[in-house]
């Protein structure tokens, strides 16, 4: 598993001062110690750029009382500080919400390592400052050598201090200028006796404890060296692009990470040593399966966190061969360097502490080994650690103890029945029992155990170790070698496997939950889903927001239990959402918020948040965060996926209504025109003398005419009630009608119509009266008649029937005419829908109005091939309707 | 010569009204605003008046409660289709007969002329005859074909008022009022029955009426067809 390198200040930092993306400009005024004056050029330089015309605002200044620094502050802006109540005390802190309110072109911020109180929004101040950066404010900041990370272990190993307040590396070569305000040790320390650093009372403890001259001469040096090397990496940035690559080296490191604190001197030093080379560097961790104590697992991820801080790449591999896994990634990855601690790589047992790092220098082939000196403190503290390893060990020692014990006993029971030599099967059978239950360390504890007391209680001289008989001497040999291989095997091999299953069963949980979050369709679902699984699977309180109206979080989360929402919490949750970071517990912004939250990121932005928090007593590990990554990433892609479905959907629909608008416009001209042709030739013809005058042709023409007018009409008709159904506006009258009567209606009303075709009507005589609107049933007949009508040869019958069908009355209109394509039933009532070769006088809307009315009516309407071949189209009209 | 006063704003269809109408002997007046038509009614005094619903000044209704309050003048309305609320609503309120657009202009002078008949104040009480139906109010007697029909009184009393406006619409809801009182209006299902029984008894084919025409939405009409002949 590879993790991708954490949003990288320093990859940033440079892009803008490449690119130019309106990001602020970083300057740090970096000192040896405090009291060389860095606040003090910081202010001046300040106070310079404002002549020019700069609008300067100081966010935070520490002046310590010293008269000068205050004298230089005067007059210029500062933004208010902020007060948090904690704990019943007043802390001030920098108000950073004001400060970005007020964009100035430059801020200053004073002491850019210190820590902020708890309610801040970020956890330390060069946070903030990156913040201000990010909105494109220039900051101006003070910082001293021994707050980098990176220098801290030889700050203490120099000064004796440990540093708390830590600025990472990549703020520190970020930064667009470094100004170093340099001074020699004794102008400090004669500062320092004139009351210019500190007052009286604090001057003499400093000058105890930090200020002697050898500290400060070391300290300097170091700033110095800091310098320097920036300098030169900035040197080389400004080499044209092309250049540029030639000037990056080739080299490549890479150091392991442990459980142990060593571990961390140890990255610190790779960074470093990387900077310096320009080299990329990687920190690899070996997942071994072996269970680690509380205090192991809670270092280890701080190992993580810290390789990622510093700009490392995190892999991790599983495997049970620490060294060969390191050597294999090394080949596999072109590394050139391997970073190793003198000690050893503690994450295996007591026996093979020493072995990791001669293994590893070894097999390391052409590959460089670079052997680090660890601290001699952490050292102790490590093998205070170790007994927090072999706490797990304990219980499985004791197992193994007491097995081999028992089988002695139980040796000395059947040693006349089965003798000396099948005692050593009894030994051998338990050792392979062991080795499936009890851990490594523990099973070949019990190999040896068991060889020696078999040699000792049982092998001839009995309670002696010595062997009597060659044969003995070989068993016992031959003994030893098959238990400790079996010992050793079996528990490689348990391990193994449980190692593949633990991976096994994570693969298939984010398989199966890939596989059913795909399916869901709707982004509840999608939310609960991922809801299920991420409780599952993390065995914790998890909860989601979605993307509301108006791009903004929305108020109330998924959440399988009832999750605690107060105003702070959802106002985490939507910095999370628009800063699209993750924020809150576990993470070093809002981290006093009640939940961790990540945002569900996509293309354009995030689309949700999640919110997770583990119960009391487990610890955030990094590869909870990985896990919680891909949920995170699997579920804001289906919920894209579902969005876009939908306006796909919603597009298809518009272009849909713009298609049938068309055909609309277009088939109702034409089927306009052609009544309106036949009226009009009709009527012109008339108006001449002679047409006029002829009493059969006036017949003929008038005939055509009212003819073309009823058509005509129709077609309104139909239009009207399409878009009155369209519209929604169809309203129902319902009244309770006979069968009857609505049938006779219909036929009324197309006497002319029908008059060329033998017309019968068939009424089941006990048809109760039907609950409907009789207006438009009148028309869905009539519809159905004129259809009948206008499409079949003229003296072919046409046949209106009436019956009742089961809770339904069904009426059904047959004629014995040419029918319809088989092809074509299906689509009868789609609105427009002309069948192949039908003859034009229609605009193909009756039947899909037909279809509207009745289904209004909660009825339901078919066409199908009778027994004549021609068409019948049946309307069933539930009678008891609601 | 019967005059007759046409109130609607499309021009073409004055024109036509004028043009058939005065065929068939009307004096026609002509309005093209509901304001110009009850100015019209009170000075010219019309006997017939057909009244446009879709007028630019005025509603249909308004016209017809304004002149109903003055005079009582058999007003024809002319709507348009899937109006059948207003048509109730306006015969329910005065007005006699109704056509929908595009309307038959020979449909439209029949009504004409039977409103005319039935405003004229010689009610004739003789016997009515509407094609094998024969009513002699007088005697309360009803015949089809020659033979005498036995009806209940109900159905007499719906008959007989269907006779009193022969050729005329009739709504559901006078039906109920004149026969079953002003409580009555709204029992649709009633009428039905009753309706249906009638035709059972007068119509030849009860299922295709000839005689008791059901108007959808708006009523009952009894039409007025030519005698006939006794023996079928």
């Known amino acids: 598993m590879v993790d991708a390198p954490q949003k990288d200040p320093i990859a940033l930092l440079r892009l803008a001062e490449r690119e130019r993306s309106g990001r602020g400009k970083l300057k740090i005024f970096f000192g040896m110690a405090a009291g060389v004056g860095k606040t003090y050029a910081m202010l001046q330089d300040a106070r310079r750029r404002r002549l020019e015309g700069l609008d300067v605002v100081v966010s935070w200044l520490e002046s310590h009382q010293r008269r000068e620094t205050e004298d230089l502050a005067e007059g210029m802006e500062r933004v208010p500080r902020r007060c948090l109540e904690y704990r019943g005390r007043t802390l001030e802190e920098m108000d950073l919400d004001a400060v970005i309110a007020r964009r100035p072109s430059l801020a200053l911020v004073d002491e850019l390592p210190h820590t902020n109180a708890p309610g801040s929004r970020n956890r330390k101040r060069y946070q903030d400052v990156l913040e201000l950066l990010e909105k494109g404010i220039d900051v101006s900041a003070t910082m001293n050598v021994q707050h980098l990370e990176s220098i801290a272990d030889n700050v203490v190993a120099v000064a004796g201090i440990t540093v708390f307040e830590r600025v990472p590396d990549s703020v520190f070569d970020g930064a667009d200028q470094v100004v170093l305000i340099d001074l020699s040790p004794e102008e400090l320390l004669r500062r320092l006796a004139d009351g210019k650093v500190y007052a009286a009372d604090m001057a003499a403890s400093a000058r105890e404890h930090f200020f002697k001259r050898g500290t400060l001469t070391a300290l300097r040096e170091m700033a110095l060296r800091q310098t320097a090397l920036l300098v030169n990496h900035q040197l080389t940035d400004m080499v044209p692009a092309a250049e540029e690559e030639c000037a990056k080296s080739g080299n490549r490191l890479l150091v392991a990470v442990s459980p142990s604190p060593n571990s961390a001197h140890l990255i610190r030093w790779t960074r470093q040593r990387a900077f310096g080379l320009k080299a990329e560097w990687t920190a690899l961790f070996v997942e071994t399966g072996r269970p680690l104590g509380r205090g192991a697992q809670e270092t280890l991820a701080k190992n993580i966190n810290l390789a990622r801080q510093l700009g490392g790449e995190v892999v991790t591999l599983p495997s049970d061969d620490v060294s060969g896994a390191v050597i294999r990634y090394a080949r596999a990855h072109a590394v050139t360097e391997i970073v ?16 990791i790092t001669e293994r590893i220098v070894r097999m390391s082939g052409v590959i460089d080994v670079t052997v680090v000196q660890e601290k001699g403190r952490e050292l102790k503290q490590e093998r205070a650690r170790l007994s927090s390893y072999l706490r797990p060990e304990r219980a499985s020692l004791l ?19 089965i003798g000396y030599r099948s005692v050593s099967i009894l030994y051998l059978l338990t050792v392979i029992a062991l080795a499936f239950t009890v851990s490594r360390t523990a099973v070949l504890l019990a190999a040896v155990l068991s060889a020696v007391l078999w040699d000792l209680l049982f092998i001839p001289p009995r309670f002696a170790f010595t062997i009597g008989k060659l044969e003995d001497a070989l068993m016992f040999f031959l003994y030893f070698v098959t238990a400790a291989a079996m010992a050793y095997l079996m528990s490689r091999l348990r391990a193994n496997r449980s190692m593949l299953e633990v991976r096994e069963r994570r693969l298939s949980l984010q398989h199966e939950f890939s596989q059913e979050i795909s399916a869901q369709r709707t982004p509840a679902d999608i939310v609960r889903t991922a809801l299920r699984h991420a409780s599952r699977y993390f065995d914790a309180d998890v909860l989601i927001f979605l993307k509301a109206e108006g791009n903004v979080l929305g108020p109330v989360p998924y959440s399988p239990g009832a ?22 517990l576990y993470t070093d912004t809002l981290h006093m918020a009640r939940h961790h939250y990540i945002p569900l990121l996509t293309q354009d932005g995030a689309v949700g948040v999640l919110g997770i928090r583990l119960p009391e007593g487990r610890t955030w590990m990094s590869d909870h965060e990985e896990s919680l990554q891909m949920l995170a990433r699997t579920t804001a892609l289906c919920l894209e996926r579902e969005t876009l479905a939908e306006e796909n959907r919603i597009n298809l629909m518009a272009r849909e209504s713009e298609r049938l608008g068309k055909i609309l416009l277009n088939t109702v001209s034409h089927e306009l025109r052609t009544p309106l042709t036949t009226i009009k030739g009709s009527v012109t013809a008339l108006m001449d003398e002679s047409t006029g005058g002829d009493r059969e042709a006036r017949g003929i023409l008038l005939d055509e005419t009212l003819t073309a007018v009823d058509r005509l009409n129709g077609i309104v008709e139909n239009i009207l009630s399409m878009s009155r159904l369209e519209s929604g506006m169809l309203r129902l009258k319902k009244t309770r009608v006979d069968a009857s009567d ?34 438009l049933m009148v028309q869905v007949l009539t519809n159905l008649l004129q259809n009948a009508a206008r499409y079949t040869p003229a003296a072919t019958p046409i046949g209106l029937s009436v019956e009742r069908a089961g809770e339904s009355a069904r009426f059904t209109v047959a004629d014995e005419g040419p029918g319809v394509a088989d092809g074509d039933l299906p689509h009868l009532f789609e609105a427009f829908y002309r069948g192949r070769g039908v003859p034009s006088g229609g605009v193909g809307l009756g039947l899909s109005i037909c279809k509207g009315i009745v289904e209004a009516h909660g009825g339901r309407i078919s066409a199908f091939r009778n027994r004549t071949g021609g068409l019948s189209v049946s309307v069933e009209i539930p009678l008891e309707a609601p | 010569m019967t005059s007759v006063l046409v109130i609607d704003d499309e021009r073409q269809i004055r024109r036509l009204l004028r043009v058939s109408l005065e065929k068939q002997d009307f004096d026609v007046h002509e309005a093209a605003t509901g304001g110009d038509g009850i100015r019209a009614i009170q000075g010219r005094k019309p006997d017939v008046v057909l009244l446009d619903l879709g007028l630019p000044d005025m509603d249909g209704a308004e016209v017809l409660a304004g002149l109903r309050a003055w005079s009582a003048v058999p007003v024809i309305i002319l709507s348009v289709r899937n109006a059948e609320e207003d048509i109730v609503r306006l015969l329910d309120a005065g007005a006699d007969d109704y056509l929908v ?22 009610e004739s009480l003789e016997a009515f005859v509407s094609g094998r139906l024969e009513v002699d109010l007088a005697q309360r007697e009803v015949r089809i074909g020659g033979e005498v029909l036995k009806l209940t009184p109900t159905e007499y009393a719906i008959l007989r008022l269907f006779v009193q406006h022969a050729g005329r619409i009739i709504t559901h809801g006078q039906i ?32 295709m009426p000839e005689l008791l025409i059901t108007e959808p939405g708006v009523g009952y009409r009894l039409k007025v067809l030519p005698p006939h002949p006794p023996a079928d």
């Not at chain 1, 002695?408 to 006349?416: E, R, S």
């Not at chain 2, 249906?196 to 299922?207: F, V």
Request: charged share 25%; hydrophobic share 40%.
């Open chain 1, 563 to 584: 999750a605690e929402m107060d105003d702070k919490e959802l106002g985490v949750a939507r910095w999370c959402f628009e800063s699209g970071t993750p924020c809150g």
């Open chain 2, 101 to 122: 657009k595009p309307f038959n202009t020979g449909e439209l002078i029949a009504r004409m002329r039977v409103a005319l008949r039935h405003h004229a104040p010689e």
């Open chain 1, 742 to 775: 609505l049938a006779s209606v219909a036929v009324d009303a197309l006497r002319r119509q029908t008059q060329d075709h033998p017309f019968t009507v068939r009424l089941d005589g006990d048809l109760p009266a039907i609950r409907l609107d009789f207006v």
């Open chain 1, 399 to 417: 197992k193994a103890a007491l097995a081999i014990g028992a089988v002695t006993a139980a040796g000395f029971l059947t040693l006349p029945a």
């Open chain 2, 176 to 207: 109920l009022r004149e026969v079953w009182g002003p409580n009555a209006e709204g029992e649709t299902n009633y009428l039905r029955v009753y309706i249906t029984g009638l035709r059972k008894k007068i119509e030849a084919r009860p299922e």
């Open chain 1, 340 to 355: 190793v601690g003198k000690a050893g790589f503690t994450a295996g047992t007591v026996l093979r502490r020493r072995t």
